[in-house]
């Protein structure tokens, strides 16, 4: 069975730092392309960042400068390391996995940012 297990969410002052961690276990995604996407009560589901199986990392201009994605692929995880955090990142952050016929999505993580 395919999972996708997101950790690492949680509350955080505004201005703080989270990191995100996604685990995935049964198959290897080295050749998929990783994300992060979010949604926010009331708001559609929007990418954050992706990265492809080569390491090229992409940002929604909101978070460019301030969020990085990374993937360690020979333990078969990405994460999203968060910083200066606002009140607008607040939302349910998603992992997913695609590219050559699968796409796999996990079941989010809260990350609540007070102001």
């Known amino acids: 069975q395919v999972r996708l297990v997101e950790s690492g969410g949680g509350l955080v002052q505004a201005g703080g730092s989270l990191r995100l961690s996604c685990a995935a276990s049964g198959r290897t995604f080295g050749t998929s392309t990783m994300a992060w996407f979010r949604q926010a009560p009331g708001k559609e589901r929007e990418l954050v960042a992706s990265?492809?199986?080569?390491?090229?990392?992409y940002y929604a201009d909101s978070q460019k400068g301030r969020f990085t994605i990374s993937r360690d692929n020979d333990k078969n995880t990405v994460a999203l390391q968060m910083n200066s955090l606002k009140a607008e990142d607040t939302a349910v952050y998603y992992c997913?996995?695609?590219?050559?016929?699968?796409?796999?999505w996990g079941k989010g993580t809260l990350v609540t940012v007070s102001s």
């Open positions: 997913r996995a695609w590219g050559y016929g699968v796409d796999y």
């Open positions: 990265i492809s199986s080569g390491g090229s990392a």
